[in-house]
């Protein structure tokens, strides 16, 4: 009569099992670390590409020069451009590994797609100076966003808290930069800024319908100042953004995949 075996015997396993529970259990480490590389390094094309065109769909002219850069419509409508793909990228980082970096990851391809396009497309064929076309930074106003899904663990709470000061960030965080430009000076007999100045001096392919809409209205009415104004409204629409990215990564990108893969 044959003995069978079965997982609860007390007998030690012999090495041959011993070798092929090792195997099994391996984690390949080696080739994990590889892959992600090549995973990541790739994406970054894919990402910036998606970002920068997403900026440029919604806020081009307002990024490209600096007398678009003014106190009313650039603190609106940048955040709410710039948000999308780093809330869609975060979704898929954080439901993929629980890793909060995927607004950061966002920003840094953002930046050197941008820094690229403006340095070979505006400064060496165009001949605009560098000053004129720099683009916004969103890095810091990234890290917030990764730092509030870290802390809150929660898409909820980060498109309200993180979504408003991301707007916030933004504006002061590259205010730094602009500051110089906006200072007031006298040009032809008339006031102006550096900025409009130079706007002026630099000129570009515009139709009358494409000019530049100057501050006015009755924002200036409120405490008699724009900004503040304009950052209100930038945080409010900031969270809209954050979650047309949310939408974007959850039925294009996350729920094509599991409507169409294998499952066990």
């Known amino acids: 009569m044959a003995t069978t075996y079965t997982t609860t015997d007390a007998r030690p396993p012999d090495s041959r099992t011993e070798a092929l529970r090792a195997l099994l259990n391996r984690r390949y480490r080696f080739l994990d670390r590889k892959w992600d590389i090549v995973f990541w390094a790739t994406a970054v094309f ?3 590409a ?3 065109i997403t900026k440029l769909l919604f806020a081009g ?10 106190r009313q419509w650039w603190p609106i409508i940048t955040p709410f451009a710039v948000i999308i793909i780093p809330s869609a990228l975060q979704y898929i980082q954080w439901l ?5 970096t995927g607004a950061t990851y966002t920003a840094l391809c953002l930046a050197v ?4 396009g403006r340095i070979v497309q505006w ?3 165009a001949g605009f100076p560098l000053n ?3 683009p916004v930074s969103i890095i810091a106003a990234a890290i917030w966003l990764d730092w509030v899904l870290l802390k809150t663990k929660s898409m909820v709470l980060t498109s309200l808290i993180g979504g408003f000061g991301f707007a916030l960030i ?10 110089p430009f906006l200072q007031p000076m006298e040009w032809m007999g008339l006031p102006m800024t550096v900025a409009d100045v130079q706007g002026i001096e630099y000129v570009r392919a515009q139709t009358p319908e494409y000019l530049r809409m100057i501050e006015h209205g009755s924002l200036r009415t409120f405490l008699g100042e724009t900004q503040y104004v304009s950052l209100a409204f930038g945080g409010t629409l900031a969270v809209a953004g954050y979650w047309i990215g949310q939408a974007i990564a959850r039925g294009l990108a996350i729920w094509p995949i599991g409507r169409y893969i294998k499952k066990f």
């Open 123 to 125: 400064d060496w064929f």
């Open 113 to 116: 797609a941008s820094w690229i």
């Open 170 to 179: 933004l504006w002061f965080a590259n205010y730094i930069t602009l500051a």
């Open 96 to 100: 993929a590994w629980r890793m909060p």
């Open 50 to 52: 998606a970002a920068d």
């Open 46 to 48: 894919v990402v910036a």
């Open 132 to 134: 004129f076309v720099w």
């Open 61 to 70: 002219d307002w990024d490209f020069w600096t007398d678009w850069k003014d």
